[in-house]
């Protein structure tokens, strides 16, 4: 398992941007898919974004696609998350995970590895 930590939510309005940074522990960072997440309140946590080990691959969940952005950086071990036109019901702790995987795709499901969350909060 590895160990990961999220920074840079906060409060923004409406229209604006924020980027989010989630830092591993793991010396191998590159043989980790990773992944944002986002539970809002009051309903289920839902799917973002992902990215494969070499970072060249990405996927997106429909209503992010456009104003999201998934990005890693291996030197630092850490995977960004830039959001801009950011909207209300962007209003939610992001989940920064990571799954051991072994060949160069994207995936959106069976992450084990899990940050602590960081709020954003997006006012009107």
């Known amino acids: 398992q590895v160990r990961l930590v999220e920074s840079g939510g906060g409060l923004v309005q409406a229209g604006g941007s924020l980027r989010l940074s989630c830092a591993a522990s793991?010396?191998?960072?590159?043989?980790?898919?990773m992944g944002w997440f986002r539970r809002a309140p009051g309903k289920e946590r839902e799917f973002v974004a992902a990215?494969?080990?070499?970072?060249?691959?990405?996927y997106y969940s429909d209503s992010m696609k456009g104003r999201f952005t998934i990005s890693r950086d291996s030197a630092k071990n850490t995977v960004y998350l830039q959001m801009n036109s950011l909207k209300p019901e962007d209003t939610a702790v992001y989940y920064c995970?990571?799954?051991?995987?072994?060949?160069?795709?994207?995936?959106?499901?069976?992450?084990?590895?899990w940050g602590q969350g960081t709020q954003v909060t997006v006012s009107s």
């Open positions: 995970a990571a799954k051991r995987t072994y060949s160069d795709y994207v995936p959106i499901a069976g992450f084990g590895s």
């Open positions: 793991e010396g191998t960072f590159s043989s980790y898919a």
């Open positions: 990215i494969s080990l070499s970072g060249t691959k990405t």
